[in-house]
C-alpha cells in the first residue's frame, strides 16, 4: 500500500471497548452490533447463556461454569464503510487487571449504563481508566424498555459521579410500558417505539419548533409534550454539543434505548461511528509519536492469552497494531530482546468471513502464535531505528496468596506453569525474602482462581494456595532495607526483578511502620 491507501484504509478504522458494571447490558449491546455487521443472524446467538450456548468469549470452562467472560476477546466486522474492532472486555469486577490492559490498546470506549441502576462502582473505574487516556467516551442508557430513574436525574449523576459533561443527543418519551419513541436531538426526528417486538420503528420528522410534521398523534401526546419541555430545557440550560470536547473525553454524548428490543441502537452506532476516532498516533518511552500512516510497521502486545485449544500449548499474544501494514510472513523486530522474528503464525479476528486476512493497519488487532517469545507491554517494528511504545500501567496487586506444588515430584510442571502465566501477566509472582517461598499477587480473587484452574488444566500441576489477604505493596529502596525492618505485619518479599518490597497488613501497620522509620522512601508502584 502506498501512503495514500495506507491514510484511506487508517480513516476507515473504529477501535473501542464498550465497559459496564456486570448485568447493564454490555454482551446484549454487542451482539446488536454484529447483528448489524451481518456477524450472527439472531439474537441470543452469541449468548444464549439460558439455551447453553456461551458467548464466543466465553471460551475457558471457567468461564462457562460461572457465566462469566473472565478474558477480554476480539470481534471484527465491516459495517457503515467502517472496519470496526471490537475489544471485549470482562465485566467481573474481581478480574480488572486485563481490562485495565485492554484499554490501552482502543480508541475510544462505549459505556453502558443500566438506566435503572445509573452508575454502579465498576462503571466509575473503568470510566476513569478511560478518562485518564483522554479518549471519547459514549455513553448508553440501556434497558429504556423497562421502569428506570428520571432521566434528567440520570444525567445529573453521570455528570457529579464522573465529573464529566454530558450532551444527550437523545431523550425518551416515556419509558418501560409507556416507552412511545425518543426524541432524536441529534437527527431532528422521533424514533417511534414500537411494542409488537419484531417491527421496526417508525420515524417523525420535527419543524422548527419541534413539532412533529404529519403525526397527529404524536402532537396530542402528553408524553411527547413533556419531552418537548425537557428539550426545551436542555437546549437552553444544558452543555452545548461540542465536537473538540468529545474528542478529549472531556464530553461524553448520551443516547437512550434498548439492547434487548434493539431500539435505540441503531441509531446510537451511526452517530457514533461519525464521532469515534480513526487510530491516532501513538507516544514512545522516548517522548516521540508514531503516526499511523508512518512507512514502517509497528505494534505492541496488549495481552496474552492461552491457547483456547488445550491439546496446544502455544499462547496468543494480542497485537495492536500502530502504525504501518503488517503483512503476513513479515519480519519484526522485538524490542525487548532486540531478536527478529517472521510473523507467519497469525490469527485474525475477522467474524464475519473466513478468509484469512492478509493485511491489518493501525487500529487492528492481530494474534500472534506464541511459544514464549511476547510478554505484555512488547514492542514490535520494523525497520532500523528501534521503537518502544510507552509502558503499558502496572497495577499494584493487593490481594495475595502462599503457592505451592501439591505433589512435590511434580516440580518441573509446577514452575513452568507459574513461569508462563506470570509471563502473560495473569498473576505477579513475589518471593519471601527469607523462605523462597512463592507469593502471587492480584488485583482480584478471581485471578487466583483462574490461576489454579489453568495450572490443572494446561499444566498438569495441582496446586495449594493459602490466603495471605488484603496486603498494601510497598516498595523500599534496596540501599535503605534492613531485614529487621520486617515483622509479622509486614512480609518482606522480593518481585521478578529482585526488588524488595513490603506487604503490609493493613494501613495502621503501614503507619506504624512510617513512624518508626521516617527517613525510609516507600513506593506503591515500582
Ligand atoms: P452484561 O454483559 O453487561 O453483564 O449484561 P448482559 O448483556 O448479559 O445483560 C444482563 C441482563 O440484562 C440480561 O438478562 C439481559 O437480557 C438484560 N438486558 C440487557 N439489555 C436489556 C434491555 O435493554 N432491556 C431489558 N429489559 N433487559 C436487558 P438476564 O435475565 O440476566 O440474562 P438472560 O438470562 O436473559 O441471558
Same mark, same amino acid.
Given at each position: ?101 485492554? !484499554? ?52 445529573? %449523576? !453521570? ?50 419548533? &419541534? &413539532? @412533529? ?5 404524536? /402532537? ?13 430545557? !436542555?437546549?437552553? #440550560? ?5 465536537? =473538540? ?13 434498548? #439492547?434487548?428490543? &434493539? ?7 451511526? /452517530? ?13 518511552? %522516548? ?21 483456547? &485449544? ?6 496468543? /499474544? ?36 473466513? %478468509? ?5 493497519? =493501525? ?21 532500523? /531505528? ?37 509471563? %502473560? ?55 535503605? !532495607? ?35 522509620? @521516617?527517613?525510609?522512601?516507600?513506593? =506503591?508502584?515500582?
Amino acid at each position: 500500500m502506498n501512503t495514500q491507501q495506507l491514510k484511506k484504509e487508517d480513516s476507515t478504522r473504529r477501535t473501542f471497548a464498550i465497559i459496564s458494571h456486570p448485568d447493564a447490558g454490555k454482551t446484549t449491546i454487542t451482539e446488536q452490533l454484529l447483528l448489524f455487521g451481518g456477524v450472527v443472524r439472531t439474537a441470543g446467538t452469541v449468548k444464549g447463556r439460558k439455551t447453553g450456548n456461551f458467548a464466543k468469549s466465553d471460551w475457558m470452562e471457567i468461564e462457562q461454569k460461572r457465566g462469566i467472560s473472565v478474558t477480554s476477546s476480539v470481534m471484527q466486522f465491516d459495517y457503515g464503510g467502517k472496519r470496526i474492532n471490537i475489544l471485549d472486555t470482562p465485566g467481573h469486577e474481581d478480574f480488572s487487571e486485563d481490562t485495565y490492559r485492554t !484499554l490501552m490498546a482502543v480508541d475510544s470506549a462505549v459505556m453502558v449504563i443500566d438506566s435503572a441502576k445509573g452508575i454502579e462502582p465498576q462503571t466509575k473505574k473503568l470510566f476513569q481508566i478511560c478518562k485518564m487516556r483522554g479518549i471519547p467516551i459514549f455513553t448508553f442508557m440501556n434497558k429504556l424498555d423497562r421502569d428506570g430513574r428520571d432521566p434528567m436525574d440520570l444525567i445529573d %449523576e !453521570l455528570e457529579s459521579v464522573l465529573g464529566v459533561q454530558a450532551y444527550p443527543m437523545n431523550w425518551p418519551i416515556g419509558m418501560g410500558k409507556t416507552l412511545d419513541g425518543i426524541f432524536d436531538r441529534y437527527n431532528h426526528q422521533v424514533e417511534l417505539y414500537s411494542h409488537e417486538h419484531d417491527q421496526d420503528s417508525t420515524i417523525v420528522k420535527l419543524d422548527d419548533d &419541534n &413539532n @412533529p410534521i404529519d403525526a397527529p398523534d404524536l /402532537a396530542e401526546n402528553d408524553q411527547f409534550q413533556a419531552t418537548k419541555d425537557s428539550i426545551d430545557l !436542555l437546549d437552553m #440550560a444544558g452543555n452545548p454539543f461540542d465536537e =473538540a470536547k468529545i474528542a478529549t473525553g472531556d464530553l461524553t454524548p448520551v443516547f437512550f434505548g434498548s #439492547a434487548l428490543v &434493539n431500539f435505540g441502537v441503531k441509531t446510537f452506532f451511526d /452517530a457514533y461511528l461519525k464521532y469515534a476516532p480513526a487510530p491516532s498516533a501513538h507516544k514512545t518511552e %522516548e517522548g516521540n509519536v508514531v503516526e499511523p500512516d508512518a512507512d514502517r510497521f509497528s505494534g505492541f502486545v496488549f495481552k496474552i492469552q492461552a491457547n483456547m &485449544n488445550p491439546n496446544h500449548r502455544d499462547r496468543i /499474544a494480542f497485537v495492536r497494531v500502530c502504525s504501518g501494514e503488517f503483512e503476513k510472513g513479515m519480519d519484526v523486530n522485538l524490542f525487548r530482546t532486540k531478536k527478529k522474528l517472521r510473523l507467519s503464525n497469525v490469527t485474525e479476528f475477522m467474524a464475519n468471513t473466513r %478468509e484469512n486476512v492478509k493485511t491489518a493497519v =493501525a487500529g487492528d488487532i492481530i494474534g500472534l502464535y506464541d511459544t514464549g517469545n511476547f510478554q505484555i507491554g512488547d514492542t514490535i517494528y520494523t525497520g532500523k /531505528a528501534p521503537v518502544e511504545f510507552e509502558k503499558l500501567p502496572q497495577f499494584t496487586p493487593e490481594l495475595f496468596v502462599r503457592v505451592s506444588a501439591k505433589n512435590v515430584m511434580k516440580q518441573k510442571s509446577f514452575h513452568k506453569g507459574i513461569d508462563q502465566l506470570v509471563q %502473560e501477566g495473569a498473576i505477579q509472582l513475589y518471593t519471601s525474602y527469607t523462605t523462597n517461598d512463592y507469593i502471587l499477587g492480584a488485583v482480584g480473587q478471581l485471578q487466583f482462581e483462574v490461576f489454579q484452574f489453568r495450572m490443572q488444566n494446561e499444566y498438569n500441576s495441582e496446586v495449594n494456595m493459602e490466603s495471605l489477604g488484603h496486603k498494601i505493596a510497598r516498595w523500599i529502596d534496596p540501599d535503605q !532495607l534492613d531485614e529487621k525492618m520486617s515483622s509479622s505485619r509486614n512480609l518482606l518479599v522480593k518481585d521478578r526483578a529482585g526488588n524488595p518490597l513490603f506487604l503490609f497488613e493493613n494501613e495502621f501497620a503501614l503507619r506504624w511502620f512510617k513512624d518508626k522509620y @521516617p527517613d525510609v522512601q516507600l513506593t =506503591a508502584k515500582l
